[in-house]
């Protein structure tokens, strides 16, 4: 079972920037996708973005042009680049991975979360 751990989060204005990472405990070339969800208080959990093997990607609507997921397989880590951020991207934000094919993405494992705070 790949062991996932988050970190990158934090407290940042409206408008700045974050990079998360995603560090797995084994190689991760094979593993079909990788993804990033959140969680805002109140709401249910929801995808950001997934990245396959081949390095397809799809996001959520409400983060396009401002976040990009990328993958470093010689490093067995997963990043998501967040920009331009908005108070309502706070949430605790969790790596996983998981099934990547053309219908969907399909979590399995997951890490613990990082707190991602925007405010003013």
């Known amino acids: 079972q790949v062991q996932l751990e988050e970190s990158g989060g934090g407290l940042v204005q409206p408008g700045g920037s974050l990079r998360l990472s995603c560090a797995a405990s084994e190689r991760i070339f094979s593993i079909s996708g990788m993804g990033w969800y959140r969680q805002a208080p109140g709401k249910q959990r929801e995808l950001v973005a997934a990245?396959?093997?081949?390095?397809?990607?799809n996001y959520a609507d409400s983060v396009k042009g401002r976040f990009t997921i990328s993958r470093d397989n010689a490093k067995n880590t997963m990043y998501l680049q967040m920009n331009s951020l908005k108070p309502e991207d706070t949430a605790v934000y969790y790596c996983?991975?998981?099934?990547?094919?053309?219908?969907?993405?399909?979590?399995?494992?997951w890490g613990q979360g990082t707190q991602v705070t925007v405010s003013s």
């Open positions: 990245i396959s093997r081949g390095a397809n990607t």
């Open positions: 996983n991975t998981g099934r990547y094919s053309s219908v969907g993405y399909y979590p399995d494992y």
